[in-house]
T-cell receptor
Framework: NAGVMQNPRHLVRRRGQEARLRCSPMKGHSHVYWYRQLPEEGLKFMVYLQKENIIDESGMPKERFSAEFPKEGPSILRIQQVVRGDSAAYFC??????????????FGPGTRLLVL | QQQVKQSPQSLIVQKGGISIINCAYENTAFDYFPWYQQFPGKGPALLIAIRPDVSEKKEGRFTISFNKSAKQFSLHIMDSQPGDSATYFCAASSQGGSEKLVFGKGTKLTVNP
């Protein structure tokens, strides 16, 4: 039973480029969450998605960041025109459907983004 | 109101000792309190979680104590081992955990042999 998968594991971008981070949830999970972790900091919520739906994007920066979870395929977190301050570890978590008894969020290994 | 405060920031314990990490929250809507363990370069892994209808939950060497009136909860690691050396995060969520997790800033635990 594969866990949450994220790729790439490491991503290097130059300022102004685009970063695309992918997340495949655990089998049977239909909820995806994205979190960002700065060095020596806790994780900060960014966005919560279900298939084809953004449920809560209260943690997303207003500009340059977007997320989607299409009907088919992985969830994508897109960062346009990256800046050095975007350098962080980005984690995806997934959980089962909301009416399932266990709503625990299971985390992937993360994508470490470095902006040069 | 969304904050979760975690202490201490770092903790050094001798092998066999008890490690205690504390967290406090403000939002009374929180009803799900997990603890995550994170090793360097890895994603957080769920360790143990508690809901406010119980005051304590134990799984092996790990115990969560929960004080609803004080809005505090803590993680106790009994018989701490060098392999427990990691960063531990408390978190809180509402709607039984289906909402976003609000994390503490983490505690770096070092267990000396």
């Amino acid at each position: 039973n594969a866990g949450v998968m994220q790729n790439p594991r490491h991503l290097v971008r130059r300022r102004g480029q685009e970063a695309r981070l992918r997340c495949s949830p655990m089998k049977g999970h239909s909820h995806v969450y994205w979190y960002r972790q700065l060095p020596e900091e806790g994780l900060k919520f960014m966005v919560y998605l279900q298939k084809e739906n953004i449920i809560d994007e209260s943690g997303m920066p207003k500009e340059r960041f977007s997320a989607e979870f299409p009907k088919e395929g992985p969830s994508i977190l897109r960062i346009q025109q990256v800046v050095r301050g975007d350098s962080a570890a980005y984690f995806c978590a997934s959980s089962p459907a909301i009416d399932f008894p266990q709503e625990t969020q299971y985390f992937g290994p993360g994508t470490r983004l470095l902006v040069l | 109101q969304q904050q979760v405060k975690q202490s201490p920031q770092s903790l050094i314990v001798q092998k066999g000792g008890i490690s205690i990490i504390n967290c406090a929250y403000e939002n009374t809507a929180f009803d799900y309190f997990p603890w995550y363990q994170q090793f360097p370069g890895k994603g957080p892994a769920l360790l143990i979680a508690i809901r406010p209808d119980v005051s304590e939950k134990k799984e092996g060497r790990f115990t969560i104590s929960f004080n609803k009136s004080a809005k505090q909860f803590s993680l106790h690691i009994m018989d701490s081992q060098p392999g427990d050396s990691a960063t531990y995060f408390c978190a809180a969520s509402s709607q039984g955990g289906s909402e976003k997790l609000v994390f503490g800033k983490g505690t770096k635990l070092t267990v000396n042999p």
